[in-house]
């Protein structure tokens, strides 16, 4: 797969992405996140109301959310490797996350589209928990409380998204009216310092666990540019599980419209070759100051080796 097709959405730079708008991922890890959260603060509620303590809640519900580090007890729950990783409990840790997932899940899902920004979270929150089971088990100090060392949070989730951000667009600039802009490296490293700021009186178990999460993040988009791209098989799954639910669907019916209309028996296909204009000869300049020349399609170098030979 070449490079002008991993990267086919910025064909289209200047859509922006609404929150109803179909297909919009990012909506999509807002929406889990909240009704996670708020059927986690009605059971807590509802426990309160029973003047149940707090203590029951979280040994009642919170063991069917939170990943445990004991791997006796995961064992029993395998699904929240999962769902703790969309599980907030304190109205604080999910403002946070969702501020952060915003400002860089915004930027990612405009560069990329709407296939990347979900796996990311995902192998965040999945490296992020790895991380935190192998330092409860392998740190001395840590080995006495693995029975009852929990992970909770989409911390190390939004810290993949964030670092992934900053990789794959370094120059990109907030505020750029305001002497040139703020570079996307300064908010993420304040993303971080605030981070661990909030974990520093923690085990070293939660801060390993975001650092898993922000290396997930960089290793994504490291093996993105050599053409290995980790969110197809996740897309391809969510697809197939989708259309187990579809009757109108069947992935094995032959596709009519390439069959009938685009068997071209070996004649070369028409090709179109759009116009040169001074503003999409701009355009096409924008976005290489924005994030670089190869992130341009093969047909906008294309403009470009035109463009230059024409003298636009």
Avoid: C
């Avoid at 969702?98 to 990347?116: D, M, P, R, V």
């Avoid at 596709?255 to 503003?279: D, L």
């Amino acid at each position: 797969m070449g490079e002008s097709e991993r990267f086919s959405d910025f064909k289209q730079p200047r859509r922006r992405l609404s929150l109803g708008q179909d297909g919009n991922a990012l909506m999509g890890l807002f929406t889990i996140n909240i009704v996670f959260f708020l059927v986690l603060l009605t059971l807590q509620v509802i426990y309160f109301f029973f003047q149940k303590s707090e203590g029951l809640f979280f040994s009642e519900v919170m063991q069917y959310f939170e990943m445990p580090a004991q791997l006796t007890r995961l064992s029993e729950r395998p699904w929240t490797m999962l769902t703790y990783m969309f599980s907030h409990v304190s109205v604080w840790q999910i403002l946070s996350n969702s501020l952060w997932l915003w400002a860089f899940g915004f930027i990612l899902q405009e560069l990329t589209g709407n296939k990347k920004l979900i796996p990311i979270y995902i192998y965040g929150g999945l490296a992020g928990g790895l991380i935190f089971i192998i330092a409860n088990y392998i740190i001395p100090p840590l080995r006495p409380s693995v029975g009852s060392a929990v992970l909770l949070g989409g911390n190390a989730a939004t810290m993949a998204v964030a670092v992934a951000t900053t990789t794959l667009a370094p120059d990109f600039r907030f505020f750029k009216n305001l002497n040139g802009g703020i570079p996307i490296w300064v908010l993420t490293l304040i993303y971080i310092l605030i981070d661990f700021a909030g974990i520093a009186s923690l085990s070293a178990a939660f801060s390993l666990s975001h650092l898993a999460g922000a290396a997930a993040g960089f290793v994504f988009i490291y093996l993105l540019r050599k053409d290995i791209d980790g969110s197809i098989w996740m897309n391809n799954f969510y697809n197939w599980f989708m259309n187990l639910f579809n009757p109108d669907k069947k992935p094995n019916a032959a596709n009519i419209k390439e069959k009938v209309f685009y068997n071209t028996a070996g004649r070369k296909p028409y090709k179109k070759t759009p116009n040169i204009t001074p503003q999409r000869v701009d355009e096409i300049l924008d976005k290489i100051n924005q994030k670089g020349y190869h992130f341009l399609t093969d047909e906008e170098k294309n403009i470009l080796k035109r463009a230059a030979e024409e003298d636009l």
